[in-house]
Nanobody, 124 residues
Framework: QVQLVASGGREVPAGSSLRLSCVSSGRSFASYTLAWFRQAPGQERKFVAGIGRHSSRTAYADSVKGRFTVSRDDFKSTVFLQMNNLKPEDSAIYLC?????????????????WGQGTQVTVPS
């Protein structure tokens, strides 16, 4: 069983930076492909960024490319999402997800384990 706990979200002004963290309590963290999704009120959950095993590959939604960076520390069983130049449209609950996948998938149904989410608010 893998448990994921996300943290780091808060309210920040537009143009600010935040780093989200997601810590896993399960074993074999290094074998998981990890992803961040976000969900705004009344909207579908959307893929934000993902990182493969051993940081082999990363993938980003077009809306965050050049502003967000996903990384992982397998020794600390943690995946990070560095978010720069935040915009009001980035406001959402951010959730981390994991599964033993060969590559990063943008489809949420491919991920078996989910964290509880952390709220990011960027007022307009």
């Amino acid at each position: 069983q893998v448990q994921l706990v996300a943290s780091g979200g808060r309210e920040v002004p537009a143009g600010s930076s935040l780093r989200l963290s997601c810590v896993s309590s399960g074993r074999s963290f290094a074998s998981y492909t990890l992803a961040w999704f976000r969900q705004a009120p009344g909207q579908e959950r959307k893929f934000v960024a993902g990182i493969g095993r051993h940081s082999s590959r990363t993938a980003y939604a077009d809306s965050v490319k050049g502003r967000f960076t996903v990384s992982r520390d397998d020794f600390k069983s943690t995946v990070f999402l560095q978010m720069n130049n935040l915009k009001p449209e980035d406001s959402a609950i951010y959730l981390c997800a994991a599964n033993e996948l060969l590559q990063v998938h943008t489809d949420e149904s491919r991920y078996l384990y989910w964290g509880q989410g952390t709220q990011v608010t960027v007022p307009s």
